[in-house]
């Protein structure tokens, strides 16, 4: 989850990494570093807390060099204090290492290493590493890094440098996103592309479990045999701009009202000619499809909610049964998965590590992965079997917003694809949902425009303890969804609940103080959601309504309602949860917090 680049070439260093930095924050940010090559010399500057505060030490101690890498944090093992904050030094304080991931083996590498005499100035797994690499140095940099990896278990993905090397960093990754560039000039390895966008208009996906030996005019990549593998680099897909907040105060809010253009462009995308167009990279046959007998869809957090509403889409569209697991669970709960099962994994970043695990156990079961995914070139990507690109554009908000609706958009598509192949939709059903789809943009823009209402309502509810979030059918998935967003970026206790369930437990938190979100769109259970708000009202609790204009009999139970337009039942998935994310973002922004950088958490979850 970290966020790690290394730079060499002409330009200030410092600056290169910062600027990396910045972007690639969003990664992690409870500590920061720099390592700069100065006159043979290592040094370092590295603070806990804020990467701003990385920059005013780096102005009040400047350093100068051409060769550097940096680091921003997610802690796993050892606080978010100085001595674990990244980079990380051997013994003699000549290398400089920054990692992502977890070494589990660390325990029996550091009794090993402090036995050879090695000082551990951490309490972070990850110095094993750099001292590994200073017991084997004598062969040099790169083989020092070759005979290290071999010895790791878990995920990995680091850069280190050294005093003794200074024209070259060298990279290293198992499990763990990385990426480098390299011209004549200058060379530079990140995370991710946000990483060196500024910098470089070519980038190199390093393979999984690839060692890589980066400087100016060079790039080699070994396997961890040393066998050279030699790989294309690729025209970066984005451009600055495209990861700025533009005139918002936060990425949550641009990404918000982004929503609109996102989901225009994927539904010009997939509609084409007047058929479905489920993009280039589907990996399975329409022959293939037909054949699926049974579809199991994984997923973490938000893109989990968005597999419930895909099950929903798949079983009413295409008559397929589908089940929704969590990947964690999934990939440690040994499914019963036949040859005729689709698994499909959804994932924004496409580096979560426990998709990408669930993905991987269904591929030793020799089962195909089609994967929703917005990262293009991301593991999910590059080892799924077919993809469907969910085309929301870089998402850096930690909360997930407008990748939540683009992956609803993109199953409600695949869910139609495939219930045409197997004849379970007609050509006059196609239509109705295609002219439901394309007033979508238009329906978000309007519910966009009742941001200052919804502000209202924050205002109201901002210092509530609990929340519930209560929901029906489609819109299950919106409670849960509006609890998560909630909770992750103003730490109230929000709880998402099916509303039919209620009465089984959740009802006995509800009293005065409690605001409940109601989700009741027109739609086939709007009855009976109806009678669970009655029954919320009953006990004192203060329903917030999502439904329709033109809903009477809602609004007049409830004081606050927020009124979305006219849609297809199986569009109000998209448009209910635009409150409820608007919502979460005033109250979290009117309790003074930091909505781009909440707590504890990071937007790409690359550990399990
Ligand atoms: O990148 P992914 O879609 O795989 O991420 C899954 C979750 O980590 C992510 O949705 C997380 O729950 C967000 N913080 C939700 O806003």
């Not at 094993?128 to 020092?144: C, D, M, S």
């Not at 980066?214 to 451009?239: D, M």
């Not at 309502?457 to 909630?486: H, M, P, Q, V």
């Not at 139970?557 to 998209?574: F, G, R, T």
């Amino acid at each position: 989850m970290c966020g790690i680049i290394g730079y060499v070439g002409g330009r200030d260093v410092p600056s290169v990494l910062l600027g990396g930095l910045w972007r690639l924050e969003y990664r992690g940010y409870d500590s920061s570093g720099i390592a700069v090559i100065s006159n043979g010399e290592l040094i370092v500057r590295k603070v806990p807390g804020k990467l701003s505060e990385l920059e005013e030490l780096i102005k009040r101690k400047p350093v100068h060099g051409t060769i550097g890498v940096g680091h921003t944090r997610w802690a796993t093992h050892g606080l978010p204090q100085e001595n674990n904050t990244h980079p990380l030094l051997d013994c003699n304080e000549e290398m400089a290492l920054v990692v992502n991931g977890i070494i589990e083996n660390y325990v029996a590498l550091k009794d090993e290493l402090e036995g050879k005499g090695h000082i551990f100035r951490s309490l972070t797994d990850s110095e094993v590493i750099v001292h590994l690499i200073e017991e084997y140095l004598k062969k040099g940099l790169a083989e020092a890094v070759k005979l290290t990896v071999r010895r790791l278990n878990g995920n990995f993905a680091f850069a280190v440098i050294s005093a003794g090397e200074r024209n070259r960093l060298v990279c290293a990754r198992h499990d763990a996103p990385l990426i480098c560039c390299y011209n004549s000039k200058e060379a530079a390895v990140a995370s991710d592309i946000s990483g060196v966008v500024s910098i470089f208009d070519e980038v190199i996906h390093i393979p999984n479990d690839s060692i890589v030996v980066l400087g100016r005019g060079k790039c080699t990549i070994t396997n961890f045999q040393g066998k050279e593998i030699k790989v294309p680099a690729q025209k970066v897909s984005i451009e600055v701009g495209d990861i700025d907040k533009g005139h918002f105060p936060h990425f949550m809010a641009k990404e918000i009202f982004e929503q609109p253009k996102v989901l225009h462009n994927i539904v010009s995308e997939r509609i084409i000619d007047s058929r479905i167009h489920p993009g280039d990279e589907l990996g399975l046959s329409n022959d293939e499809l037909k054949k699926v007998s049974r579809i199991v869809i994984q997923a973490c957090g938000t893109s989990w909610h968005a597999g419930l509403v895909g099950k929903y889409l798949i079983e009413k569209f295409a008559r397929i049964h589908t089940e929704v697991d969590i990947s964690s669970e999934f990939r440690y709960r040994d499914a019963v998965l036949d040859s005729d099962t689709l698994v499909m994994a959804i994932s924004q970043s496409g580096e979560t590590a426990d998709t990408i695990a669930g993905l991987r156990e269904a591929k030793v079961k020799f089962l195909k992965v089609l994967s929703l995914v917005n990262v293009v070139q991301s593991s999910i990507h590059r080892e799924s079997d077919g993809i469907i690109e969910i085309l929301a554009g870089p998402e850096i908000g930690v909360a997930s917003t407008k990748a939540y609706t683009a992956e609803i958009v993109n199953l409600y598509f695949f869910a139609l694809y495939i219930g045409l192949l197997r004849g379970f939709v007609n050509k006059a059903e196609l239509t109705k949902h295609f002219t439901a789809l394309k007033k979508v943009p238009v329906q978000v823009e309007q519910i966009l425009q009742l941001d200052a209402q919804i502000k209202e309502i924050a205002e109201i509810f901002c210092d509530s303890r609990d929340f519930l979030f209560l929901g029906r059918g489609l819109n299950y998935a919106t409670a849960l969804e509006g609890a998560l967003k909630l909770k992750e970026i103003s730490y109230i206790n929000a709880t998402g609940y099916a509303a039919g369930e209620m009465k089984h437990g959740p009802i006995a938190l509800i009293d005065s103080k409690m605001p409940i979100v109601c989700i009741n769109p027109r739609s086939s259970v709007y009855e009976k959601m109806l009678n669970n708000i009655q029954e919320v009202i009953t006990r004192k609790g203060i329903p917030i309504c999502i439904v329709t204009r033109g809903d009477r009999r809602t609004r007049t139970v409830s004081k606050h309602s927020i009124l979305i337009p006219e849609c297809l039942e199986y569009v109000s998935p998209i448009l209910s949860v635009v409150p409820l994310q608007l919502l979460a973002y005033h109250i979290a922004t009117l309790k003074g917090l930091d909505v781009d950088r909440p707590r504890n958490l990071a937007k790409s979850v690359t550990v399990e």
